[in-house]
């Protein structure tokens, strides 16, 4: 079992920049991958971008160039930087882990609105 805590979402001007951070309990080395989803009022969960084990990073054509997902293995996090914020990033973040089992956190609100 592994308990994923996200945090570092808040109210950012568009332009701005925030780092969310995912903490599980556990080791993440043994999953496939680590990944952010995100949820605005109204619309479905979306993919925002994945890190597998190896490194190899995958990100919705909407935050491409703009969001980098890393992952730090001695700390067992999964971060997400997002740069050049726009309104429409306003949502719910999730992070989750996939392996035999997914795991999921309970979501950091990210509002980006002047």
């Known amino acids: 079992q592994v308990q994923l805590v996200e945090s570092g979402g808040a109210l950012v001007q568009p332009g701005g920049s925030l780092r969310l951070s995912c903490a599980a309990s556990?080791?993440?080395?043994?999953?496939?991958?680590g990944g952010w989803y995100r949820q605005a009022p109204g619309k479905q969960r979306e993919l925002v971008g994945t890190?597998?084990?190896?490194?190899?990073?995958y990100y919705a054509d909407s935050v491409k160039g703009r969001f980098t997902i890393s992952r730090d293995y001695a700390k067992n996090t999964v971060s997400l930087q997002m740069n050049s914020l726009k309104p429409e990033d306003t949502a719910v973040y999730y992070c989750?882990?996939?392996?035999?089992?997914?795991?999921w956190g309970q979501g950091t609100q990210v509002t980006v609105s002047s």
């Open positions: 556990g080791s993440i080395f043994r999953f496939n991958a």
């Open positions: 989750s882990v996939t392996g035999a089992k997914d795991y």
């Open positions: 890190i597998t084990r190896d490194g190899n990073t």
